[in-house]
């Protein structure tokens, strides 16, 4: 025998939500909470009613249930953040403030030092990639790179040019 369905105390909030619904998902998350209560219907049929399957018609089901029960914020987190994101855009301008103070006059950053101080910042790892996409997103075009390997040597590589006359004579 299946479980009896749970959300009794949301039945209110999913009648006015039935009610009041602008979308077919708002309209389909109070059906997926009102369906098995009110008719007694399982979850299997309630997803054959609302068009979704029986994994979908769960999580809508929970999903309306904790927003009614105000442990979670409607949409989808409890921050404004995109997806895995890590910062709100607000958060990373300010960040990018902070780190970049000299940048604006140059106009160029290198990287590998604004990678090592943007970890610090955040006070963990943070890949490559993401440092790009973060100053795409915030309009920082002009990137240039390091000016030597941290770990060369200056005496060595200068000794490794070619030290020719800058003339050439015809064969």
Avoid at 83 to 102: G, S
């Amino acid at each position: 025998m299946a479980r009896p369905a749970t959300g009794g105390e949301h039945i209110e909030e999913a009648r006015r939500a039935m009610a009041t619904a602008k979308t077919a998902d708002e309209l389909r998350a109070a059906q997926a909470v009102l369906l098995p209560l009110e008719l007694g219907l399982s979850l299997a049929d309630t997803g054959r009613a609302i068009g979704r399957s029986v994994t979908a018609t769960c999580r809508l089901r929970r999903e309306f249930c904790a927003i009614a029960a105000k442990e979670r914020l409607p949409g989808r987190r409890k921050r404004d953040l995109r997806n895995r994101a890590h910062l709100t855009f607000e958060e990373e301008a300010n960040m990018l403030n902070k780190v970049l103070k000299d940048a604006p006059r140059g106009g160029v950053i290198v990287i590998p030092t604004l990678h090592a101080t943007f970890e610090q910042h955040m006070g963990h790892k943070v890949d490559l990639s993401t440092l790009y996409r973060i100053l795409a997103r915030h309009g920082w075009r002009k990137l240039a790179p390091d000016t030597a390997h941290p770990q060369g040597d200056p005496a060595a590589r200068e000794d490794w040019k070619k030290n020719s006359p800058m003339r050439w004579h015809k064969p």
